[in-house]
């Protein structure tokens, strides 16, 4: 593991054999939710070993329709965020849509994500870059693994050697992502950690309705493949009942079907590793 994921994780008892965990609700729906997903997902991912990063967006930027729910308003919700620093103990992921957003959110969270479609915005990531901050990149669902390799150096250049790739499935007609597990080792010849966004991969996107779609039954498929090709980490939005969730219900795992999951990957990962 490397050495700034080490620093992330200084506080909890892990076994620095196994994968690491980003998990949580899509958006920041209310402080309850937060806390309630992140201690149930905290506990698990003690009990088994894995180390743990909540993971909530702040704000939703890139929404089909313009009636889907985009958050709470900024500043509440990095409120919420910093609370689960606070009262948790735990290191805290979200999304930024824009350079300007950056310094902002860095107050809060511990690692920057950047969203697939923005991956090449270059202002974007030498904003995130100049935090000091961990910034984790998606890989666009247009790109392949090896022309990632720009975003990390995009980031390194500016100073910041804390990189982290992930993949999220590529674009496959105008519905739908299909996942290439190529992309793990080749993502992971630039040098970055990589994880697997399993719940994304699994969108069916820009629906007529305006809601995207997607398959969660397939969530442990997608999963167990990763951690099989030698994902770092695993990325999973999940809620306690998705059917109700503000955001992305269609493709998140709920919340009581986590912790058998990550039983069966670390299975996977100790007959691989």
């Excluded at 709470?72 to 965020?81: Q, V």
């Excluded at 948790?88 to 979200?94: E, H, I, R, T």
């Excluded at 955001?247 to 039983?263: F, K, T, Y």
Aim: charged letters at 20%.
């Amino acid at each position: 593991m490397q050495q700034f994921l080490k620093d992330l994780f200084t506080g909890q008892s892990y076994d620095e054999t196994n994968f690491f965990l980003l998990a949580g609700p899509c958006v920041v729906e209310s402080e309850e939710l937060v806390m309630e997903v992140a201690e149930k997902v905290a506990g698990i991912c003690k009990n088994l070993g894995i180390p743990y990063v909540f993971k909530a967006s702040y704000r939703k930027a890139n929404r089909t329709s313009a009636s889907s729910f985009t958050g709470l308003g900024d500043e509440a919700a990095l409120k919420i965020l910093g609370n689960v620093k606070k009262q948790l103990g735990l290191p805290v992921v979200s999304d930024i849509h824009a350079h300007e957003e950056a310094a902002m959110a860095a107050e809060y969270v511990d690692i920057l994500q950047i969203p697939a479609f923005l991956c090449r915005q270059t202002d974007l990531l030498i904003a995130a870059a100049q935090t000091g901050k961990i910034v984790n990149v998606k890989k666009g669902q247009f790109l392949s693994g090896q022309s990632m390799k720009f975003a990390a150096q995009k980031i390194r250049q500016a100073g910041n050697d804390k990189v982290m790739l992930t993949e999220r499935g590529t674009t496959f007609g105008y519905q739908d992502l299909v996942v290439d597990y190529r992309n793990i080792p080749w993502m992971q010849e630039h040098g970055a950690p990589v994880v697997m966004d399993v719940t994304h991969s699994l969108q069916q996107p820009n629906q007529t309705s305006g809601i995207t779609g997607g398959n969660p039954q397939l969530i442990g498929t997608i999963a167990k493949a990763a951690i099989a090709t030698g994902a770092d980490g695993l990325f999973i939005e999940t809620h306690p009942n998705p059917g109700v969730a503000k955001s992305d219900g269609a493709n998140m795992l709920r919340l009581d079907l986590l912790e058998p999951l990550l039983e069966q990957a670390l299975k996977i990962r100790k007959a691989v590793i």
